[in-house]
């Protein structure tokens, strides 16, 4: 089973508008963590913004929030006024230990791909 | 700070050839990580180091080594390319190996082998 699901391949968002990018994931660890990072078509991964599974406030950066519900266990992310530079592939990500113990190893959903629109 | 980077951006291999992709951090980090990311596929994890003098195998490990010379650098070796090889290789770094810490990577190095 995919540990990190994101189930649109791809989203088509107006200019100004408001966007949501899906994510859920799996762990029964109570401690994790989970990230969203943007790529450009240039390639490049930027760090967007983090939750810890222990925060209780939903994490936002500037125009970028994450709507943490963790008792279904998703982690959605919202932009809010799309800007044409927003255009990218989006991947979630969450780190959680390793059944070993020992590390929290990342885990990357196979990503949104998102349009915006002028 | 140059952050993360990795050498070559570009390299184009014949089927059996060797060779060592190159990276490193200035941010001080302890862990460092290697992936590939494949067309729909996200990244996955290769090897990664959670600190100086350990590594580790993540999910796909076949077909690659990685040494990690010293705090700063970590290099991911193919002995002997294949086809399947082909890709855009990632490495990244992170203060620490917990839960809260977020990855920095490098611009990627892309792979063909022919």
């Known amino acids: 089973a995919q540990k990190i699901t994101q189930t649109q391949p791809g989203m088509f968002v107006q200019e100004k508008e408001a966007v949501t990018l899906d994510c859920t994931y799996d762990t029964s660890d109570p401690s994790y963590g989970l990230f969203w990072y943007k790529q450009p078509s240039s390639g490049e991964m930027i760090f967007l913004i983090y939750q810890g599974s222990y925060d209780q406030q939903n994490a936002t950066e500037g125009r970028y929030s994450l709507n943490f519900q963790k008792a279904r266990k998703s982690a959605n992310l919202v932009i809010s006024a799309s800007q044409l530079g927003d255009s990218a592939m989006y991947f979630c990500a969450m780190r959680e230990p390793l059944a070993s113990g020992g590390s929290y190893i990342p885990t990357f959903g196979r990503g949104t791909s998102l349009i915006v629109h002028p | 700070n140059a952050g993360v980077t990795q050498t070559p951006k570009f390299q184009v291999l014949k089927t059996g050839q060797s060779m060592t992709l190159q990276c490193a951090q200035d941010?001080?980090?302890?862990?460092m990580y290697w992936y590939r990311q494949d067309p729909g596929m996200g990244l996955r994890l290769i090897y990664y180091s959670a600190s100086e003098g350990t590594t580790d195998k993540g999910e796909v490990p076949n077909g690659y080594n990685v040494s990690r010379l010293n705090k700063r650098e970590f290099s991911l070796r193919l002995e002997s390319a294949a086809p399947s090889q082909t890709s855009v290789y990632f490495c990244?770094?992170?203060?620490?190996?917990?839960?809260?810490?977020?990855?920095?990577f490098g611009p990627g190095t892309r792979l063909t082998v022919t």
């Open positions: 990244a770094s992170s203060e620490g190996g917990t839960w809260s810490y977020e990855q920095y």
């Open positions: 941010m001080n980090h302890n862990s």
